[in-house]
């Protein structure tokens, strides 16, 4: 019988490098699945409506919450986020490792509702390097990259509620160790009931 599939939320500084990691992730892995989020944010250049964020007004979005149609939601940095049902779901049930790349008020909410989930917290080498990061990516202005500073030093504040703090220094590394993370989850005795249960049947067989 296969497996339902792990629910990981990986969340992060803006600028820990989250979406370059897991885009690496999903180009050499094809277990997996990222639900893709509903947001009032305006795209960034290049971001595609149904890629990267399913983008909404603030009236479609309020709709989705009044519908239940997601698992979480919250607001960051002035703009609405969630992640839409039914998706996780269908994917889980497939057996994909689905992953929520999420800020932490909505990670925190998931782990409520699913104590299971896998919290996995991505963390540069340095404060500085992510400042570097953020100048980098040369898509916010300088006003956007202090708040979002700010933001992290708040952040900061509950990396502890996290089950594991995963280093993006050595992008491969990085990228190794998370897949290692989630995979191992597999592993655990609640998620192998069916093996578990024909090991005893197989002993007792033997025994007698
Ligand atoms: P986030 O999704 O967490 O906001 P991004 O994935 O957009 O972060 O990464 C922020 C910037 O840092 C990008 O310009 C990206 O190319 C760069 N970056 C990501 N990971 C690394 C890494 N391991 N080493 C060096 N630069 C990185
Ligand atoms: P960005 O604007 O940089 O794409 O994302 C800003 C923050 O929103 C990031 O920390 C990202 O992880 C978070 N985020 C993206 N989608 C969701 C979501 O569906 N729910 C929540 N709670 N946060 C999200």
């Known amino acids: 019988m296969k497996q339902q599939g792990i629910l990981a939320v990986v969340s ?3 600028g820990a490098g989250k979406g370059t990691l897991m885009k690496a992730l999903l180009e050499k892995y094809d277990n997996y699945a990222l639900s893709i989020s509903a947001t009032t944010r305006k795209p960034r250049e ?10 909404m007004s603030v009236d479609e979005f309020e709709a989705l919450i009044a ?5 979480e939601h919250a607001k960051y940095v002035s703009n609405y986020y969630g992640t839409p049902r039914s998706y996780v779901e269908e994917k889980m049930a497939e057996g ?16 409520e509702k699913f104590p299971e989930t ?4 991505v963390v540069p080498p340095s404060a ?9 990516r040369g898509t916010e202005t300088m006003e956007v990259i202090e708040q979002r500073m700010n933001r992290a030093t708040e952040e900061a504040e509950a990396m502890d509620a ?36 024909t090991m005893k049947e197989e002993l007792a067989a033997i025994v007698g």
């Open 46 to 55: 290049g971001e595609v409506h149904g890629r990267e964020y399913f983008f």
């Open 128 to 136: 500085e390097e992510l400042k570097k990061r953020l100048i980098g």
């Open 12 to 14: 992060g500084f803006s």
């Open 162 to 197: 996290y089950d594991y703090i995963l280093v993006n220094d050595d992008l491969n590394k990085a990228v190794e160790s998370l897949h290692n993370l989630i995979q191992s989850q597999h592993m655990q005795a609640r998620c192998n009931a069916e093996l578990i249960k």
């Open 118 to 121: 896998l919290l996995i917290f």
């Open 96 to 111: 994909k490792d689905v992953i929520l790349e999420i800020e932490i008020q909505g990670a925190l909410k998931v782990k």
């Open 67 to 71: 519908n239940d149609q997601l698992i």
